[in-house]
């Protein structure tokens, strides 16, 4: 799959992927906030930003978009050591990180070199995992609690806002689920990935349901990611 389909994919899913949901919630939440937050000719920084999913909801906003990696694909490129290179001191306006801290072996270090190229005013929008199958890519650390990944933020310089729930435990369940037998199914030669397809339809839409069906304080509390809304502290 080439890096501009699996953007793609990311940031506009289709019901039969098996993360429709996932994908689709976090795009929705993703692009609210910067809808109400990232105005014409400020600066977002995509901190581990993979295939750029989100670039261009930052562009067609008129915003800069800077996606930072490791390797030599991104336009700001992650040192060995965690730190940014060519990024000034208080340059950013909004510091995106979707679905990056569970990768992350040195969060002391992650959060520094957020706080450092953040603005005073500046918003930090993270997502990361609550409760998710593991996925080393390469390396795969940590899950938390609402109240742990609250936790794990204010202790390194910044104040939680507000925490999203994206995708109840039910839900949650029912797309690992279809995980594991869609993963099967694809190794059927011929039909194997029409029937993935198919299935995941199906199970999506009950997932959707069963989200739906959540009370919204289990939901709140058990979710498969959260996205946190950020400043730093002091603000």
Request: charged share 25%.
């Amino acid at each position: 799959m080439t890096s501009h389909v699996e953007a793609t994919r990311r940031l506009r899913p289709h019901i039969f992927d098996t993360d429709w949901m996932m994908l689709r919630g976090l795009t929705r939440a993703i692009t609210s906030h910067l809808s109400e937050r990232l105005n014409r000719g400020q600066r977002l920084l995509d901190f581990g930003c993979g295939v750029m999913p989100y670039r261009a909801l930052v562009e067609e906003r008129g915003a800069i978009y800077l996606g930072a990696d490791f390797g030599g694909n991104a336009m700001v490129s992650i040192m060995p050591d965690g730190s940014l290179d060519a990024v000034a001191d208080a340059s950013v306006d909004i510091v995106l990180s979707v679905q990056v801290l569970e990768h992350v072996r040195d969060l002391d270090r992650y959060f520094a070199e957020i706080d450092r190229v953040l603005k005073p005013d500046g918003t930090l929008l993270l997502s990361t995992h609550g409760t998710w199958l593991f996925h080393p890519h390469p390396e795969d650390h940590r899950r938390w609690t609402r109240t742990g990944l609250a936790h794990d933020i204010e202790t390194r310089g910044f104040r939680v806002e507000a925490v999203e729930s994206i995708v109840g435990p039910l839900a949650t369940t029912t797309m690992i689920r279809l995980t594991g037998f869609a993963f099967f199914l694809r190794r059927i030669p011929v039909v194997g990935s029409a029937a993935a397809g198919l299935l995941a339809v199906v199970m999506n839409a009950r997932g959707w349901i069963e989200d739906r069906l959540t009370p919204c304080g289990i939901r709140d509390d058990n979710g498969c990611v959260y996205l946190t809304l950020c400043r730093k502290a002091g603000r």
